[in-house]
């Protein structure tokens, strides 16, 4: 498949790194060539949940048959701060 700039893209598999599920819908931002689309994925605020760069073999069209969902996402938990030793 073939993706143009703001085309709207459906990933077909799991990236947890970036709190994504199959199925979550995005938009293609940047065609950076044949094998390299980069799309963002937002949340219902409009803030961005994730810029990833993916292939086009990660992505698929939406189907005029498919019916769109919302869910929650969980959010990050802060890191750890390192902890300095008391004096």
Same mark, same amino acid.
């Given at each position: 498949?073939?993706? *143009? ?5 459906? !990933? ?15 938009? $293609?931002? =940047?065609?950076?060539? #044949?094998?390299?689309? =980069?799309? =963002?994925? $937002? ?10 760069? !993916?292939?086009?073999?990660? !992505?698929?069209?939406?189907? *005029?048959? =498919?019916? !769109? ?7 990050? #938990? ?5 902890? %300095?030793? %008391?004096?």
């Amino acid at each position: 498949m073939k993706f *143009k700039l703001l085309d709207t893209a459906v !990933l077909k598999r799991n990236l947890p790194e970036h709190g994504l599920r199959r199925g979550d819908v995005g938009a $293609v931002v =940047e065609v950076h060539s #044949s094998k390299a689309l =980069e799309v =963002e994925f $937002v949340l219902g605020s409009g803030d961005t949940q994730a810029l990833v760069t !993916l292939r086009p073999s990660d !992505l698929r069209t939406v189907r *005029k048959d =498919e019916l !769109l969902a919302v869910r929650p996402v969980r959010k990050k #938990s802060p890191r750890p701060s390192a902890r %300095r030793p %008391r004096r």
